[in-house]
């Protein structure tokens, strides 16, 4: 959270985090969700790495599955869910 209230003092185009979600509370989490929509609907582009696929399939207009540094498959969120052997094997869904 410290971090990307340092970066928003900057007013970056750009964001680039990296599993944000990782080892937080599901509380915590949740508000960090809710804080990287808002820098999103401020007009902030984000490109961000996240296990947490229900986050980013929420946020994201375009989505890569990455596996062992391989693109395996990419897409909209409605596109990669459609595949169902893609999302019982990469998406733990």
């Given at each position: 959270m410290?971090?990307?209230?340092r ?5 970056p185009?750009i ?7 990782t080892?937080?509370?599901p509380?915590?989490?949740e508000?960090l969700f809710?804080r ?10 984000i490109?961000?790495?996240e296990?947490?696929v229900?986050?980013a399939?929420?946020?994201a207009n375009?989505?890569?599955v990455i596996?062992?540094?391989h ?7 409605k ?8 999302r019982?094997?990469?998406?733990g869904m």
């Amino acid at each position: 959270m410290l971090a990307i209230g340092r970066a928003m003092m900057s007013q970056p185009k750009i964001f680039l985090i990296d599993e944000p979600s990782t080892g937080l509370a599901p509380m915590v989490k949740e508000d960090l969700f809710a804080r990287v929509k808002e820098i999103y609907k401020q007009g902030s582009t984000i490109l961000m790495a996240e296990q947490d696929v229900s986050f980013a399939f929420d946020l994201a207009n375009r989505n890569y599955v990455i596996s062992e540094g391989h693109l395996v498959s990419e897409g909209t969120a409605k596109e990669l869910l459609a595949d169902e052997s893609l999302r019982t094997t990469y998406l733990g869904m």
